[in-house]
């Protein structure tokens, strides 16, 4: 990427302030960056980092009470502070397009999508049935390949993968010079996000279009990008080339975000995530020297008093850091100290299963319409949990992987017992769980306790942590008031908040600090199986770190069994002994985390591994899975998974179920191909994979 | 979709049996004795019997309620008590006025609730959403008599555009009855005006928020096209439903507005009907009341559904 051409973008010395108040409080303070068409750029960052709304600046469409206070924006030199309002909205038209986070919230809910697309590409004086024919051109372009449907959707009947696809075509409608995505792949599936990245980077190539990549996952910004920002509370703290990014970042702030992301097959035990201290500074406290100070493992006396300046490296990068040569000289590391230990109970598995699900199956009637039901049509079901047999040992942790709609969620409301299920059994040690939750004695709520996705939902927001710590405390365990709030303070301690939090509201906590607040309260009755739905996802990488590590520890002192589900197959390698991986209501591999993770694989968990946005950039001939996730209402026949299996046999996978194949003892798929032949097929491919990763710059 | 509106449909119906029979019950255990009131203070007691049993008084009360229902449903709504006229010809002559009057509310207060709600929604919080949502609120917090006290000052005795008195003969039509309608229906509408700008304006602010107004914006469509074609189809949708339902009080709810204004509408004739215990009639304005909110209800269901894409009925 040496070619010297003009920019296409640069941002120079640019603060955003937003007025809160009397206050003014600058979010992006003093930011350049250029780039180049055909080039992509990275911006990387947690939330409260900036970078939304530096890509909005750049946008020139900041909300009201944001304003460019400093420095300018140029678009191939003209400078975009300064147009006029009708001169903007041409930029925007032809120039500059955004891609942004949420797919869903940004189509127009009651204008079908061939309406919308429309919109974006009439020049004035086409028909409009030359437009339409463009606009199914386009939704052609982004891998569509019925776009005549598609166009005479409406935004809901759409998938969140075909929703990003068709803002993608609209935002690639007019050939642009600068494409903004902020977060485009942020809530879809990991199969999605690699179809969709798979898209943009070919797109880009084709077009020579000028990309500036938002994003907090520093994987999917090394599989797309050349050359990467980093952003830490507004401002700028590093600047290096994707290769540096993997070789060597020089900024402790990046060397965290790196350490904080587990990678697929690193395991708690072995080789533990380092997060960051702390939270992220808060725009109305800055720090008086370097902002990062605070929460560094480097910090020294001139770190707290003087803000370091942005200085260039002898590879042509640009870092922020009074140690930065140290750093790079090898004197010092810019990874933070490895904790003491990790203790991690490797107790081998015994017989006994803490929780046991045996054929747990759950469907969803459709509602028939009253002449249907007169006509005593079969009701149609959704078979959202079909079959699903798996037990957890004691103090053990079981992985649930699958992508969205593969029923991991309804299956853990079955074992709770939030959702009844409609057949099979759950056992938890030698207890038969009755369906319902009104049906179970307080001893079971106080043995089986989940943590939820989303604190904010799960945490009443007028109730104070005392209150929520200390309910369950005196409900299931029998404690008095005043008892239960000396364990509510031990609790608090556990998750590593200080007890004076008692008395605050969830509105007074972040993200992370409500996150530990429901995993203490789901610690309070001392459970045995803890159920753990997505319980990390939605929070920042190095708060998800710190998570995952107290998930680990709070395990080896407490001797909870976890059930941990998410779609993130490398949070689970990370923190499960064994692993199951779910596809459309069934479980369709089951292992210990070692084998499972290595060939031979069921092709679905071989597709779910090959989307994983990697660091070391190694994308290429990955596998994909074609379309969408089938519906549960009518699941195909035969296996499940034959309509989108890269590795589909023939008629025997579409008519007849597959058999259970056993690839070591414990480890287990269900696939028509025999353990040696699928190995003999995806080893090559996994060394083809490590090859040219190798070949296209050392792995970390 | 058919399927949805027979089934509706046929909820309605129910909803019109039951309240039937809860009308029926009611004005049973009203005071008073009908024969007595029909025939004054000093009628013999032979002849109160005789009256009685002519208008099956004195038969047991389910055989009242179904012989009473199913003249009801044939059409035979009964002789008004006090007036002697038949009961239907009344209530239909008075429900035309009610429709009228209800029509032009809705011709006025549609566009102007709308335009105002609009206006204030895109310019939040400033000066002129200001003045609108307080000129609005300030006008709401007046009860019906004042506001159209102050009309009938204003534009009738004062300028003289409007009569002060609504008092249409029967069978005056639209156009003709046009000029007495219009001060009751601006009253209407000053009562309509502010819960419909205020709904109308937070569903623009809430729509102005939405992400898919930053992909018009920034596809670079002028402010206008981005308002017009993208924001109100989605934020007018509760508006419409709730104006739909509205209509069902302009029939039947307008009781002050109709007195105050002398207006024969369903309103007065209620009152009327009140005030003679005039039993029949009573019981085909209720009847009529329900159904006419029942209907309007379900048009606004089917109209929400008409406009957003995102329901389906089944």
């Known amino acids: 990427m040496n070619k010297p051409s003009p920019p296409v973008l640069q941002v120079d010395g640019l603060t955003v302030a937003y007025r809160r108040g009397q206050q003014s409080l600058a979010a992006v303070r003093n930011v350049s960056l250029s780039i180049a068409a055909g080039q992509a750029y990275g911006l990387v960052g947690e939330s409260g980092s900036g970078k939304s709304t530096l890509a909005l600046a750049v946008m020139q469409y900041l909300p009201e009470n944001g304003q460019i206070t400093g420095g300018a924006v140029r678009l191939a030199g003209q400078d975009l502070a300064t147009l006029p309002r009708e001169q903007m909205q041409q930029v925007w038209r032809d120039q500059i397009k955004l891609v942004p986070q949420d797919p869903g919230a940004s189509l127009n809910p009651s204008l079908r999508i061939g309406d919308q697309l429309d919109e974006a590409l009439r020049d004035g004086g086409e028909t ?509 026949g035969g296996c499940r998974f034959h309509t989108r299996c890269p590795r589909l046999l023939g008629d025997i996978c579409r008519e007849q179920e597959p058999p259970w194949q056993e690839a070591a003892p414990g480890h287990r798929y269900r696939c028509h191909i025999a353990p040696d032949e699928l190995a003999a097929v995806q080893v090559i491919a996994e060394q083809n994979g490590r090859l040219r990763r190798e070949m296209s710059g050392a792995g970390r | 979709m058919s399927r949805y509106v027979a089934r509706r449909l046929g909820f309605l119906l129910l909803t019109l049996l039951i309240t039937s029979l809860i009308v029926f019950v009611v004005t049973q255990w009203l005071p008073g004795d009908v024969a007595r009131v029909i025939l004054g203070r000093e009628a013999s007691e032979p002849a109160l019997a005789a009256l009685r049993a002519e208008l099956g008084l004195d038969k047991p009360l389910p055989v009242q309620y179904l012989s009473w229902l199913g003249r009801f449903v044939t059409g035979d709504w009964g002789t008004s008590y006090s007036t002697g006229l038949p009961v239907r010809d009344l209530v239909l002559e008075r429900a035309g006025n009610s429709l009228m009057l209800a029509g032009l509310t809705l011709l006025i207060a549609v566009p102007l609730s709308v335009f105002l709600g609009v206006v204030a929604g895109l310019k939040a919080d400033k000066p002129l959403d200001t003045t609108i949502s307080v000129g609005s609120l300030a006008v709401v917090g007046l009860p019906e008599f004042v506001t159209g006290l102050i009309l009938i000052d204003l534009l009738a005795l004062r300028l003289h555009l409007f009569p002060a008195n609504s008092s249409i003969r029967p069978g005056t039509g639209f156009v003709e009855a046009l000029p007495q309608l219009v001060l009751p229906a601006l009253t209407a509408t000053l009562v309509l005006l502010a819960y419909v700008t205020r709904l109308t304006r937070a569903g623009v602010i809430e729509e102005l928020r939405q992400g898919y107004v930053r992909t018009a914006t920034l596809k670079g469509l002028p402010r206008r096209t981005v308002v017009g074609r993208h924001v109100l189809r989605n934020a007018l949708l509760p508006t419409i439903t709730v104006l739909a339902i509205s209509f069902g009080w302009l029939i039947s709810g307008l009781i002050v507005i109709e007195n105050v204004f002398n207006y024969p509408g369903l309103g007065r004739l209620m009152t009327f009907a009140i005030d003679r215990r005039d039993l029949p009639l009573m019981q085909a304005i209720t009847l009529l009341t329900v159904l006419v909110f029942a209907l309007a209800n379900l048009g606004a269901d089917l109209l929400y559904a008409a406009l957003n894409p995102r329901i389906r009925l089944e």
Request: hydrophobic residues 40%; aromatic residues 4%; proline residues 7%.
């Open chain 1, 128 to 636: 409009g049935q030359e437009l339409r024919s463009r606009s199914l051109e386009q939704l052609r372009q982004v891998r569509i390949t019925d776009p005549e449907r598609v166009a005479a959707s409406y935004p809901h009947q759409l998938s969140g993968g075909m929703q990003q696809r068709v803002l993608i075509a609209m935002a690639l409608a007019r050939q642009p010079s600068l494409l903004i995505l902020d977060e485009p792949t942020t809530n879809l599936d990991v199969t999605t996000e690699a179809a969709i990245l798979d898209l943009v980077r070919d797109l880009v190539q084709d077009h020579r279009t000028a990309i500036l990549y938002v994003s907090h996952n520093l994987g999917v910004v090394a599989t797309l990008c050349d050359r990467v920002a980093v952003l830490y509370a507004g401002e700028m703290v590093e600047d290096l080339t994707t290769q540096q990014l993997r070789l060597r970042p020089l900024h402790p702030y990046t060397a965290g975000l790196l350490d904080s992301v587990p990678r697929v097959g690193q395991r708690a035990g072995v080789d533990p995530l380092l997060p960051i201290a702390g939270n992220i500074a808060r725009l109305d406290a800055l720090p008086a020297g370097c902002v990062f100070a605070p929460r560094c493992h480097l910090a020294q006396q001139p770190c707290l008093d003087v803000r370091p300046e942005l200085e260039e490296t002898s590879d042509g990068g640009l870092v922020r850091c009074h140690r930065w040569r140290e750093i790079a000289a090898g004197e010092v590391s810019a990874s933070a100290a490895r904790p003491a230990t990790i203790v991690v109970q490797n107790d081998a598995p015994g017989d006994a299963s803490a929780l046991a699900m045996t054929g747990l199956v759950k469907r969803f009637p459709v509602r028939r319409s009253l002449a249907e039901m007169l006509r005593r049509t079969s009701a149609r079901q959704v078979h959202a949990v079909d079959g699903v047999s798996l037990h957890v040992a004691p103090r053990r942790t079981l992985g649930l992987v699958g992508e969205s709609g593969s029923g991991k969620t309804t299956t853990a409301r079955c074992v709770v017992g939030l959702a009844e299920r409609t057949g099979g059994e759950v056992t938890l040690f030698d207890i038969v769980l009755a369906p319902g939750l009104d049906a179970r004695d307080a001893s079971v709520l106080r043995r089986l306790q989940m943590v939820f996705q989303n604190p904010d939902e799960a945490l009443n927001p007028y109730r104070t942590v005392g209150d929520v710590l200390q309910r369950p405390l005196q409900r299931l365990m029998g404690l008095s008031p005043a008892e239960a709030r000396a364990e509510a303070a031990r609790l608090l301690e556990a998750v590593r908040l200080s007890p004076a939090y008692l008395d605050r509201t969830p509105g007074q906590l972040s993200g992370g600090e409500k996150q530990r607040v429901t995993i203490a309260r789901s610690f309070a009755s001392n459970p045995d199986v803890l159920i753990l739905d997505e319980s990390v996802s939605a929070l920042d990488v190095s708060v998800q770190a710190s998570i995952l590590n107290l998930l680990t520890e709070l395990q080896a002192e407490q001797g909870s069994a976890y059930l941990f589900i998410s779609h993130d197959l490398a949070a689970v390698s990370y923190l499960a002994d064994d692993i199951a991986v779910m596809y459309l209501g069934q479980i369709v591999e089951v292992g210990p985390t070692e084998l499972v993770l290595h060939p031979p694989f069921h092709p679905y968990t071989e597709a779910l591994l090959s989307a994983v946005p990697r660091l070391d950039g190694a994308t290429e001939e990955s596998i994909r899975l074609p379309g969408d996730l089938p519906s549960a209402i009518d699941p195909p």
